[in-house]
Nanobody, 123 residues
Framework: QVQLVESGGGLVQAGGSLRLSCAASGRTFSSYAMGWFRRAPGKEREYVASINWSGGTTNYADSVKGRFTISRNNTKNTVYLQMNSLKPDDTAVYYC????????????????WGQGTQVTVSS
């Protein structure tokens, strides 16, 4: 059974940084892409970033490009999201995802989701 467990969320002031982690278990971590989505209050789930199985290819939403960095450690079965220069608009529940997406921007392309971790950015 695949499990994705996020951690690292919290309350931070605008301009600050947070690092999210997602520990995966249940299948061969290095065989799958990993990603992050977020859902802000009253909004649909939004693609944030993704990384391929080896870590050699990363992609970002335009809204976070240059501020967020996704990375993975295949020996620790963990994916990270380093978030810098945070803005109040980044406030959301952040979800870790795993799969072999046919279209990475679509939530339905991903096989498994974590339970989410809250990130709140105050102005």
């Amino acid at each position: 059974q695949v499990q994705l467990v996020e951690s690292g969320g919290g309350l931070v002031q605008a301009g600050g940084s947070l690092r999210l982690s997602c520990a995966a278990s249940g299948r061969t971590f290095s065989s799958y892409a990993m990603g992050w989505f977020r859902r802000a209050p009253g909004k649909e789930r939004e693609y944030v970033a993704s990384i391929n199985w080896s870590g050699g290819t990363t992609n970002y939403a335009d809204s976070v490009k240059g501020r967020f960095t996704i990375s993975r450690n295949n020996t620790k079965n963990t994916v990270y999201l380093q978030m810098n220069s945070l803005k109040p608009d980044d406030t959301a529940v952040y979800y870790c995802v795993q799969g072999i997406p046919y279209y990475r921007y679509s939530p339905t392309s991903w096989d498994y989701w974590g339970q989410g971790t809250q990130v709140t950015v105050s102005s």
